[in-house]
């Protein structure tokens, strides 16, 4: 039996359950606090809503690449929890793949290798990108917003030279990520020297959104954020 065999059958019950969870008549029933933001959700352009989501994402899946299943989960769970129902409102009917992100979720649940399901990750992945195209937003106007972002998090997530929030230095990685991703998708004149920049902000990340050490120090990263900023 195959990888898609295998995770076909739990998937049906996993759907069904996320299929219901989506009627309006349902109360919403959040498995966990939800996040406290300087944002308020109701209020953003979706737009900028899919880029949050891409953010959590792309943390997601570096995380799960590398075997850490737990932390994976969470940011995983973006495009299929109720929690963050209000995030992606309106995503599936623009073509959101719920099927292979619980097809994602059920494979890290189970602890698969990442590498068994390679073409499904990558799957899940080209669908978010494709999204952003369709959303139309202005690049310019969600790499700052993901800059607010990631300054905001990584704040969070380092103080005292020390990771004290391992969940929000991920979501600043993951926010770094989808600024690069939202950059290469643009057309702006200054792409490539955009494009250049925001590698080098990733840099501030040796082992991506993985735990370190000695994580560098909240001016380091702003520094690096002035610079992708000048250029927008």
Known sequence: MNIYQKLVVPLFCIVSIFMSSCSPDEPEKPTKLIESVEYDMNDLDPSLRLVLMMGHVAAGMELYRSGEYEMAAPHLLHPISETHKKERE???????????????????????????????????EDNLKSLALKVEGNPETQIS????????????????????????????????????????QSSLKNKTLLIATIDELMKCWPSGPNLVQNPLPV?????????VRNLL
């Open 90 to 124: 309106g995503f599936q009917e623009m073509g959101l793949d719920v099927v292979t992100f619980v097809l994602v979720s059920t494979a890290l649940e189970a602890k698969r290798p990442a590498v068994e399901i390679e073409p499904f990750l990558k799957k899940a």
């Open 145 to 184: 917003f993901l800059l607010d972002q990631i300054k905001r998090e990584y704040s969070i997530g380092v103080q005292g030279g020390e990771i004290t929030d391992i969940g929000e230095f991920q979501d600043a990685f993951g926010f770094a990520f989808t600024a690069k991703t939202i950059a290469e």
């Open 219 to 227: 001016s380091t990263i702003d520094e690096s954020i002035s610079l």
